[in-house]
């Protein structure tokens, strides 16, 4: 699991008019290539009477699976210039289909590039860039005599808290980065004088937007 990546916010649409041609972005996060492929059929099906539905698709923590795919525009020209808007961003798992209903103008092969691209960019900024970053949750468990000062620290920390549990003993759980958490237990070992009680929990992704 990569320690942190970027990726879209969640999925959306966003238009825009070049020369009379109408470009309707279509953005997703798909996390396999089967989603990626069903979400262009959805779009592909909504949009049946459009002139093309060109779409680009990067999947993987290593970036694995590419495609690109003009649908019927000059080869290179549509699903390529797709592609490398993903790459540029350095977004993974994300899926763009882009629609385009011909205006009448030709657009050559400089400008569709150039309108396939922007068109890309700017549905990207629309629906917004997320970085999924990898943490810990860490379990702290102490007598009930230190949560003011545990309660105070973490929340001046850099540190999330997740949640307190009232139980025998008050338990804070906290979202640590993986890869910090013998900082952490330290740390809560030094504020406490060694009388918390530490544990790792599940190991999960935070998004914070970008």
């Known amino acids: 699991m990569l320690p942190r990546y970027l990726t879209v916010k969640s999925t959306g649409e966003h238009e825009i008019i070049i020369q009379k041609s109408r470009f309707i972005a279509h953005i997703a996060r798909t996390e396999t290539e089967a989603e990626a492929q069903n979400f262009i059929q959805e779009i592909k099906k909504k949009h049946w009477n459009a002139t093309h539905n060109c779409s680009a698709y990067l999947i993987g923590e290593n970036d694995q699976i590419q495609k690109a795919n003009d649908d019927g525009e000059p080869s290179g020209t549509a699903g390529v ?13 994300t899926a763009v289909v882009i629609t385009r209903y011909f205006g009448g103008i030709k657009l050559g092969a400089g400008g569709l590039i150039r309108a396939y691209g922007k068109s890309a960019s700017d549905g990207i900024n629309a629906v917004g860039i997320v970085e999924r970053k990898l943490m810990r949750v860490m379990h702290a468990k102490a007598e009930y005599t230190w949560l003011g000062k545990l309660e105070n620290e973490l929340r001046s920390s850099a540190y999330t808290l997740k949640d307190i549990l009232y139980l025998d003993r008050v338990e804070i759980l906290t979202y640590v980065e993986e890869g910090q958490t013998e900082i952490f237990s330290e740390w809560i070992t030094e504020l406490t004088n060694g009388q918390a009680e530490i544990s790792q929990g599940e190991l999960l992704y935070l998004e914070e937007e970008k």
Do not use: G, S
């Open 81 to 93: 210039p797709i592609l490398e808007v993903l790459k540029k961003k350095q977004l993974k798992d």
